[in-house]
RNA sequence: GGGGCGGUAGCUCAAUUGGUUAGAGUACCGGACUGUCGAUCCGGUGGUUGCGGGUUCGAGUCCCGUCCGCCUCGCCA
């Protein structure tokens, strides 16, 4: 076999005269008979022209090459020379050619079920399920290629940041026990204890919290996490984090080692130098976008006009505002009238969005979505505009509107205006082009830590108390006093602690989420007293957590990143399958293998597991 | 679990209101061709219209069921 001597993407005119050998996949031919074949080399660095001159070889070989098709593999054996027919300056070897003098076929291909060509037949990639069974074709695509290589990138950069901070690399068990708080898990099943079954992680979190009870500080993982829900375009049940955890540390020692990932991530990965990264409270992100990720990219922000409505007579405006009552800081239970101004919005957005506008905000619940222009002599029109007259003023002031704005108001309580306005405000954006290309178009990246966010919301099925984060964060510094103290039936003080959690928001992407844990096996206890565990119940689950936590456990802290999100946002994609090697489907199968499969019923009884599944009659 | 879009040649798509033998590009096969670079030109093979049932003189097209893919709500501590 011909090995070779350098790859697809190295040749340069430096190298005119040297005898080389290449191999790779036939990524196009261009014959002329028995005279002259022209075939374009490529492998996952480049594409090379390599000829085949009638002249040096007889017609049984010229035959042969004359026959080469896409996607066989080869190799050759041949002269560096400038290229006789001229320069492409398509291809970064475009000033040389390698004339072939031997040459071998390594693998001929099948005819393929279609061609790893980034444009595609008619300019257009094949479906989704035919590249998913063929994987190893799609993956030859230089697109694909080249997100395999920036997931690299990012795994060196990561590992080298932490490193350089002190981080040990400590791989956690991903056969698990099962602590069914958060989200589904999958399970399997063990042979040598009949009747009990392992998880697979959600999350390594208890693990990294003992080791840092262990000592060893500083712990990094970049490891694979498990959660059975349904997938989306930007989330798959198997997924990868950047996983980290820290000693002696409160809130700001995480957030500062944070940032200065994230600084190093975006410069290792497009030059870019991220700018310092502001933070905003919770609460200020619920009231001004309706969200705890806010998109700070553009503005459309949220007004609360509650006190303006109430002056008028609409009553679907009077009678929301009638119900409820307020709280003292998280989860107010009063109606309110919100409203978003959109600048230019009379012209931009037409009858047909704004109708679609009432359709969408019912889709979260609200009850509608209201819509008035401001028209050139400053006036309302359309929709409620009757309702608005005798506020006109004040709603001018409030909201600042100008000739030429639309506004759109919801009017609900206020968990459910506050949604269907941030969801309202994100649809807008991108309905009027609001919205800029992220990173490699140019477009800015904007970074937020939310912060402060509550430690406790009701469940919204069974109304008991469920932790916002996770139930071992940690209440905020200045908080802890408040909550050790608090009467569990104190619906109103519960509410109102405040965590020591901290997201990064990313052009309103959640790409991190963490905190400061619990290390005081007092406050762990009440946590979970509070979250409806008996101690007992507490005891069966985290045992060695709560063990863990009575020898000695230094204060500690964290944080998590979704690694597939910050490679789907360096290589531009809104498609976490095109940033994994071997993805699943929205049902959870791998094509190309057909996972999952059917188990024997050997297999079956050596984990003590029958199996209720009727298979479909007929 | 709910809603939406889609499934026609290996691939990407077309096919009028339900109406003749389901077409095109590309891939593949054969042939021509000595400077191409998405080579070109000529010819050819290729179809259980996802699957099952129904309506109809007649179904790719309409109806019911089902499978698969994608988007989305719920869900994702």
Same mark, same amino acid.
């Given at each position: 076999m011909l090995i070779r001597t350098h790859n697809c993407g190295q040749l340069r005119e430096t190298n005119i005269g040297a005898t080389v050998r290449l191999a790779g996949w036939v990524n196009a031919y261009r014959g002329h008979g028995t005279g002259l074949v022209f075939i374009d080399l490529r492998d996952r660095y480049g594409v090379t022209q390599v000829v085949f001159d009638g002249e040096q070889h007889d017609p049984d070989t010229m035959k042969l090459a004359d026959h080469l098709r896409n996607e066989d593999v080869i190799a050759v054996e041949g002269t560096v020379r400038i290229r006789v027919g001229g320069e492409n300056p398509k291809l970064v070897t475009g000033k040389v050619e390698v004339v072939v003098s031997k040459f071998e076929v390594l693998g001929k291909t099948d005819p393929l079920p279609f061609l790893p060509d980034d444009s595609g037949s008619g300019g257009k990639l094949a479906n989704e399920d035919i590249r998913g069974k063929y994987r190893y074709i799609d993956l030859r695509r230089p697109a694909m290629q080249h997100i395999l290589s920036s997931r690299h990138r990012l795994y060196q950069s990561t590992r080298r940041y932490f490193d350089e901070n002190g981080f040990l690399e400590i791989e956690t068990p991903i056969l698990y026990k099962s602590t069914p708080e958060g989200a589904r898990e999958f399970l399997v099943p063990s042979r040598n204890v009949p009747g009990s079954w392992y998880a697979l992680p959600q999350s390594p979190q208890l693990f990294k919290q003992i080791l840092m009870v262990a000592g060893c500080d500083r712990y990094m993982q970049i490891c694979r996490c498990f959660r059975d829900e349904d997938p989306r375009a930007d989330r798959q049940a198997e997924f990868t984090q950047i996983d980290l955890e820290m000693s002696f540390v409160r809130r700001e020692q995480v957030m500062e080692m944070m940032e200065g990932f994230v600084r190093r991530l975006w410069k290792d990965m497009c030059g870019y130098d991220v700018p310092p990264i502001p933070r905003m409270p919770y609460r200020e992100a619920m009231e001004r976008f309706g969200i705890d990720r806010p998109d700070t990219r553009y503005g459309l922000e949220i007004t609360d006009i509650s006190e303006v409505a109430a002056r008028t007579d609409a009553a679907f405006f009077t009678e929301t505002l009638a119900k409820g009552a307020d709280r003292p800081r998280f989860n107010s239970k009063r109606g309110v009238v919100k409203a978003i101004r959109i600048p230019g919005g009379a012209e931009k957005l037409t009858r047909k969005l704004t109708d679609g506008y009432h359709e969408f905000v019912r889709s979260f619940g609200a009850g509608g979505c209201a819509a008035v222009k401001v028209n050139a002599q400053g006036d309302f029109e359309t929709g409620i505009a009757k309702f608005l007259a005798p506020v006109k003023n004040e709603l001018f002031a409030v909201l600042g509107l100008r000739p030429g704005d639309t506004v759109l108001f919801v009017a609900d309580l206020y968990a459910v205006a506050t949604k269907a306005l941030g969801e309202l405000r994100q649809k807008v954006a991108r309905d009027i082009g609001l919205i800029p290309k992220p990173g490699s178009e140019g477009g800015p990246w904007?970074?937020?830590?939310?912060?402060?966010? =509550?430690?406790? +919301?009701?469940?919204? +099925?069974?109304? %008991?108390?469920?932790?916002?984060?996770?139930?071992?964060? #940690? =209440?905020?510094?200045?908080?802890?006093?408040?909550?050790?103290?608090?009467?569990?039936?104190? +619906?109103?003080?519960?509410?109102?602690?405040? $965590? #020591?959690?901290?997201?990064?928001? @990313?052009?309103?992407?959640?790409? #991190?989420?963490?905190?400061?844990?619990?290390?005081?096996?007092?406050?762990?206890?009440?946590?979970?007293? @509070?979250?409806?565990?008996?101690? +007992?119940?507490?005891?069966?689950?985290?045992?060695?957590?709560?063990?863990?936590? $009575?020898?000695?456990?230094?204060?500690?802290?964290?944080? #998590?990143?979704? /690694?597939?999100?910050?490679?789907?946002?360096?290589?531009?994609?809104?498609?976490?399958?095109?940033?994994?090697?071997?993805?699943?489907?929205?049902?959870?199968?791998? /094509?190309?293998?057909?996972? =999952?499969? &059917?188990?024997?019923?050997?297999? /079956? %009884?050596?984990?003590?597991? &029958?199996?209720?599944?009727?298979?479909?009659?007929?």
């Open positions: 904007n970074f937020l830590f939310v912060i402060d966010f =509550p430690m406790f +919301e009701r469940d919204k +099925e069974s109304g %008991r108390w469920i932790a916002m984060h996770h139930p071992f964060t #940690a =209440p905020r510094d200045d908080q802890a006093d408040a909550f050790v103290h608090a009467d569990v039936n104190d +619906e109103i003080t519960i509410e109102s602690i405040v $965590s #020591a959690g901290y997201d990064i928001v @990313l052009n309103g992407q959640e790409i #991190a989420g963490g905190s400061i844990r619990i290390h005081d096996r007092t406050v762990q206890s009440k946590v979970f007293q @509070l979250l409806g565990m008996t101690p +007992e119940q507490a005891r069966e689950k985290f045992s060695f957590l709560l063990e863990a936590l $009575s020898y000695g456990a230094p204060p500690h802290g964290g944080i #998590a990143f979704g /690694l597939d999100r910050l490679v789907m946002n360096f290589v531009g994609t809104a498609n976490i399958r095109d940033v994994i090697a071997f993805p699943k489907t929205q049902t959870g199968q791998d /094509l190309m293998t057909s996972a =999952p499969s &059917k188990a024997t019923d050997e297999q /079956l %009884r050596d984990v003590f597991v &029958k199996s209720t599944h009727e298979p479909p009659r007929g």
